[in-house]
């Protein structure tokens, strides 16, 4: 269980990985710098496949595609596809990352809300798999799979709506979210299913409508209407049409501790309660999981700059804020984020616990991270640790100030208790930054 969920030592393990991370000088250039646990990430990988295939019978086809967006970094994908993983991917970058880190077509999935010809052309002759999101789309797949012969396996995305969660921006299965064919409109269903008997090369169902937020029945509640619609649809057919169900991903995370709940045997077992036929092995299956893969093996470690106090407000000013935790400082209550304080050895600091607030360097006076929590009295040259960071948070960069993105360093710890350290992005250049903003066409507006 402990390698499993692990859980077990987290604490120990990162507080090794800090020390070395100050140690090796990772913050003497930089005041920024970003971990990923490489073995944590391995482990996470070997826990989905486990999980799914100790509940399935030997031999069922499984696809599990890491969701690009989550970290889109090739040594990431790299990683992950040596556990056995395949990408999803929903934008011509993403693709572009997936093929970088080697992964073959058959083990690429593309959902997109808004593919363009040119993008759907592209994926139909490498054989990518493609989720097609509304009826538009579908047409203009009806027209490239008249125009030349594909491998891609094809299928529609279904909004189950099955209701939100508890954050409203990323619940995907209300009654009016953008993404797949709402099951539940007037005549939906119906059309559905002729679409399908009508064109029998879809042959997979696609909905995600788990995410952060997302209570785990009501996950399930999706995926069952999924595997109901697939029946209805091969007992129209006649036959088993499709033969594919991609349940998509949307594990929650949790943010508050080191433990690593709900996981991924939690999910099957829940999946097991509500559509026990899923397991059968009648339907291979795809999952699309992202910031469960990642998120607890990511660390961000940032240097206080200053402290300072305002209307009787201790403030540590450092330089981790907006940029690298976009959705922690804009929504604050639905993402917060711990903050562990270390010295300036990279030791934990320990201390009687003060109200602070941890700014970012970011020049608007809403870029923080924590308001009023309660840590030992940082002070400058101090490091703060911002953990569960993997996902979604320093591999989605905010370019506001033109604050540079970080280098991300992969760690593996040696059993005496070391650190290696391989750098898996470099820091983004000031050289690279002038040339992002113009700088090679600064006469273009004289
Ligand atoms: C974002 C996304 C995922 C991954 O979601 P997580 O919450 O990161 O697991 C999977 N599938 C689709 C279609 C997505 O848009």
Known sequence: MAAETHTEGAAERRDLAVRAAVEQGLLDSDPVACLLDVAGIRASAAALTGAFAAALPAGTPVLHAFAVKAAPLVPVLRLLADTGLGCEVASPGELALARAAGLPAGRTVLDSPAK????LHEALALGIAVNADNRQELERL??????????????????PQTGAGTIGALSTATATSKFGVPLRDPDAREWLVRAYVERPWLTRLHTHSGS?????PLIAEGVRELHALAEEINAAAGRRQVDTLDIGGGLPVNFTSDEQTPTYADYVSALREAVPALFDGSYGLVTEFGRSLLAKHGLVLARVEYTKSAGGRPIAVTHAGVQLATRTVYAPAAWPVRILPYDTKGTPRTGPPVPQDIAGPACFAGDLLATGRELPLLAPGDVIAIPDTGAYFFTAHYGYNSLPRPAIHGFTLSPAGGARFTEARPAQSLREIVA?????TGDALL
């Not at 363009?116 to 993008?119: M, N, Q």
């Open 212 to 216: 952060q937020g997302v209570p785990l």
């Open 436 to 440: 992002e903003g113009g700088g090679g």
């Open 142 to 159: 009806d027209a490239l799979v008249a125009s030349a012969a594909t491998a891609s396996p094809l299928g529609m995305r279904i909004n």
């Open 116 to 119: 363009t010809v040119a993008e």
